[in-house]
């Protein structure tokens, strides 16, 4: 393998590097043999989020600032693509985290659906090329876009993938239900759009999980949920910036913004 962690600790190993090469190298390589038993990931979603928010895309800055922290998109990820290949690049990432995960594995795949000048885009065109077991409504409780022109959107989707071996727990925790009333992610540590550490948290819990990647860390939430649970994290994030504030946030050495010390 290739590409040298950006950070390691005892339970968690984060990677910084585009999830397409990385993933690749793992896959040809199969240097590391644990990548992984679930994955719990969120993409970028293909919103038109562009680096410093240059006009595309459906938050573009407007003359009343609408579009909060999504305006100026990520750090160094153009998220507006179009269509045809975010949605190649999509699929050949969760072919790679297919061959990844073992026979009992599983992929948690976080996506939203979206109206966008009056077209309705659903994540891939729900043409993931994979086995779909399920799929789960996180409900974040409040949503973005609270006007009076429609109702704020607080539902996504966590789309679970998983290999004919894969169980839960035990039967409770299919008491779980498939809607996770997780809220949104409360802590900011400057990144436009986490999870809550719950999402991972759960998924991690449910399916008794003995380590987990997630190959669009971010701030390194899913890290974060594994070295709680005590289990191994894997991640891979192409932002070098994101990639040092989870390497913070693991070590314990930030604080979330707003937050005094
Ligand atoms: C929706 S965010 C994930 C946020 C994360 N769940 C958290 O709680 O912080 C998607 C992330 O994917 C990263 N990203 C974009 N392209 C990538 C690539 N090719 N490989 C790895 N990460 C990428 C972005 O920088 C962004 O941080």
Not at 55 to 77: L, T
């Amino acid at each position: 393998m290739t590409t040298a962690p950006y950070y390691a600790d005892d339970l968690v190993t984060l990677y910084h590097g585009k999830a397409e090469e990385v993933m690749g190298e793992w896959v040809n390589g199969l240097a590391n043999p644990d990548f992984g038993q679930i994955i719990v990931t969120s993409p970028p979603y293909n919103m038109g989020l562009t680096p410093g928010g240059n006009g595309r895309g459906m938050y573009r800055p407007g003359g009343n600032n609408k579009g909060g922290r999504f305006r100026d998109g990520y750090a160094n990820h153009d998220d507006a693509m179009p269509q045809d290949e975010y949605d190649a690049w999509q699929r050949d990432c969760l072919g790679l985290m297919w061959e990844l995960i073992p026979s009992d594995g599983a992929i948690y795949y976080n996506h939203k659906q979206r109206v966008e000048h009056g077209i309705v885009r659903i994540p891939l065109g729900l043409q993931f090329g994979l086995p779909l077991r399920q799929i789960i409504t996180w409900d974040r409780g409040t949503g973005i876009g609270v006007n009076r022109r429609h109702y704020a959107g607080v539902a996504e989707w966590v789309f679970l993938f998983a290999k004919p071996d894969f169980k839960l727990r035990d039967h409770s925790a299919s008491g779980a239900g498939d809607v996770w009333r997780l809220g949104m992610a409360r802590e900011d540590y400057g990144h436009p759009a986490p999870f809550p550490v719950g999402l991972p948290a759960k998924a991690i819990d449910t399916s008794g999980a003995r380590s987990v990647l997630d190959p669009f860390a971010g701030t390194g939430t899913t890290l974060v949920a594994a070295k709680e649970a005590g289990v191994r994290g894997i991640g891979i994030e192409k932002s070098e910036h994101y990639c040092e504030m989870a390497a913070r946030r693991l070590a314990q050495d930030v604080l979330p913004l707003g937050v005094a010390a």
